[in-house]
């Protein structure tokens, strides 16, 4: 097979545990991976994908690999993994079920990493005894409120059966025929380490997409962050020798004087250990999703998935305000905002065209999880400074006295009352005038000097302090 002279492509599978998934990358693969259908040895006890499987087939000018992950709810964060190397989406339903919880959610991790197309399948035709017409049109009824809208392609097949594959692979390649790839074969070599493994009389072995660069035989490439390194002796590309490989590869390669024991997934092959941080505060400009219900407070903890590692931490979204970053809380429907991320412990994070996703995993499994997407915008080494407002809250005492509207409680002494003269107050106060007496009070200035002011009405300080976060 003509391998490297095929543009390579990555679909990823999504759906609900059960909806048919792998059985439809094992009737539509014509090439298995060493880590390929349910390789695992607990996806054959339990009967479920648990990791991560990568099949791969020749359509026309293309080789496409199937990245089928997990459709279990506990297991999302494996799913989640995948999204980095993908380039377009499969999402499988059961015909007979319709869409279900985690496919929404699978739906949202796709939106919210900017994926931009999307092909649905109706599996189990063969136990279907409705209407299919109508089953395809509820379907994009549901597709309506997503991204992708109502014409969503949409395709009905048997996977027991090996029906509807002709029409499928038809309208794969008419998806991938639309996508600009984005290759950068230029530049630091990138490849998220997925599985790892040693072969007897070989040694080493590292299996992973080449996201960035070009990788040639003989090279020697690091293993961060665990600091070990060896230089490449073979590179195959679905088991077929090849002298090179670049960005958009999936490639196995046996490595030279590596020490294996070292690596796990999430680990990153490279030529370069300076394109990465090892880090625990970042900035990120975060692209929530509208269907995420729950609100993002300052401090909120959530899980990011970074690569092939999800690692949790919490979030401090914030606003600017003359240049000052000012806490603040969160809803689905601000769309977008800034924030500061802090790691439970240090992560290997890419300092160039780093995307991450954000998730609620602590959440319960039958709402949606997934938060959004987030891009990296800077690398802190020491926490940065924050602003919050202080709230202080004094009444009127007199609205009507000689001197002016005298306000009792924002100061609780004399000293206190000079230093928040010229303090900017809340509607329709104007600020803080002077002292009154000896024992905290003060004038306060209005707006609309017209209007009726009450004793008792309250008069509310609002002051931004400068704090840095604390257990990071």
């Not at 014409?151 to 998806?175: D, M, Q, R, T």
């Amino acid at each position: 097979m003509d391998i490297e002279n095929k543009i390579p492509v990555h679909i990823g599978l999504f759906g609900h545990i059960d909806s048919g998934k792998t059985a439809i990358a094992s009737v539509i693969s014509e090439i298995i991976s060493t880590a390929g259908i349910d390789a695992h040895p607990q996806s054959k006890e339990r009967g479920i994908t648990i990791d991560l499987g990568f099949t791969s087939f020749l359509l026309d000018k293309y080789l496409v690999t199937l990245v089928d992950g997990p459709g279990h709810a506990d297991l999302i964060r494996i799913s989640a993994s995948s999204v980095e190397i993908i380039d377009c989406a499969i999402v499988v339903i059961d015909i007979n079920k319709g869409p279900q919880v985690q496919t929404g959610e699978h739906i949202i991790m796709i939106e919210s990493l900017r994926i931009e197309k999307m092909i649905v399948v109706l599996n189990k035709i063969d136990l279907f005894t409705g209407n299919i017409g109508e089953e395809v049109s509820k379907t994009r009824e549901f597709f309506e409120s997503t991204s992708f809208g109502h014409n969503v392609p949409i395709f009905c097949v048997s996977a027991k059966n090996k029906e509807g594959f002709i029409e499928l692979k038809e309208g794969i390649l008419k998806s991938i025929d639309s996508l600009k790839f984005e290759r950068h074969s230029d530049g630091d070599i990138i490849i998220p380490i997925d599985h790892h493994f040693p072969i007897k009389g070989m040694g080493a072995i590292l299996t992973g997409t080449i996201l960035n660069g070009t990788l040639n035989l003989n090279q020697n490439i690091e293993i961060l962050p665990v600091n070990t390194s060896g230089r490449v002796k073979n590179i195959q590309i679905f088991h077929q020798d090849v002298g090179i490989a670049k960005a958009g590869d999936r490639v196995g390669i046996n490595v030279k004087g590596l020490d294996l024991k070292k690596v796990y997934r999430g680990c990153y092959a490279t030529n370069n250990p300076k394109a990465f941080e090892y880090c625990k505060i970042i900035e990120v400009e975060v692209f929530n999703n509208k269907l995420f219900k729950a609100k993002t407070s300052f401090g909120t903890q959530i899980h990011i998935t970074i690569g092939m590692v999800t690692i949790s931490g919490n979030i401090y979204p914030y606003y600017e305000l003359d240049g000052k970053k000012v806490q603040t809380t969160v809803s689905n429907k601000d769309q977008g905002f800034k924030a500061i991320i802090s790691f439970k412990e240090k992560i290997l994070i890419r300092k160039k065209r780093m995307t991450m996703l954000l998730s609620r995993l602590d959440l319960p499994p039958t709402t949606l999880r997934i938060l959004g997407s987030a891009e990296l915008l800077k690398i802190y080494k020491d926490p940065p400074i924050l602003y919050k407002y202080k709230i202080k809250k004094g009444t009127i005492k007199n609205p009507d006295h000689s001197q002016g509207i005298v306000c009792i409680g924002l100061a609780q002494s004399a000293t206190g009352a000079k230093k928040i003269i010229g303090k900017k107050l809340e509607h329709p106060y104007t600020k803080v005038l002077t002292t009154f007496g000896t024992k905290g009070a003060v004038i306060v200035g209005i707006k609309e000097r017209e209007k009726k002011v009450k004793k008792g009405d309250p008069v509310i300080l609002k002051e931004l302090r400068s704090f840095q976060l604390k257990n990071i």
